[in-house]
C-alpha cells in the first residue's frame, strides 16, 4: 500500500514544475540584471545620500548608480578626497 501511495506521489510531482513556466517578453530576455556590491562608506556619506534620495522621491540605491554610472561615462568629473 504504501509503495503505491509513494509511486504516485513521485510520479505526480515528476511531471508538475514547481511553479508555472511563463514565457519571457523580449524586454525581459535583454535586461541584463544588476550586479549586488558589497562596500563601506565614510561615515555620513550614506546618510547624505538616503537623504537626497528622499528629497528627490528615489531609492538611494538607485541615485548611488545612476552617480557611479555617470562617472564611468565620463559625464561626471570627481576630484578624489
Known amino acids: 500500500m504504501r ?3 509513494w509511486e504516485k506521489l513521485t510520479k505526480s ?3 508538475q514544475p514547481k511553479r ?3 514565457p519571457q517578453s523580449n524586454v525581459q530576455q535583454k535586461k541584463a540584471r544588476k550586479s549586488k556590491v558589497g562596500t563601506s562608506f565614510d561615515p555620513g556619506v550614506l546618510e547624505a545620500f538616503k537623504a537626497k534620495a528622499e528629497r ?3 531609492p538611494y540605491q538607485t541615485l548611488l548608480n ?3 554610472k555617470r562617472y564611468t561615462e565620463g ?7
Do not use: C, F, M
Not at 559625464?75 to 578626497?81: G, H, R, T
Open 56 to 58: 528627490v522621491g528615489i
Open 3 to 5: 509503495d503505491k501511495q
Open 13 to 15: 510531482n515528476e511531471t
Open 66 to 68: 545612476s552617480v557611479v
Open 20 to 22: 508555472p513556466l511563463r
Open 75 to 81: 559625464k561626471l568629473d570627481i576630484e578624489v578626497a
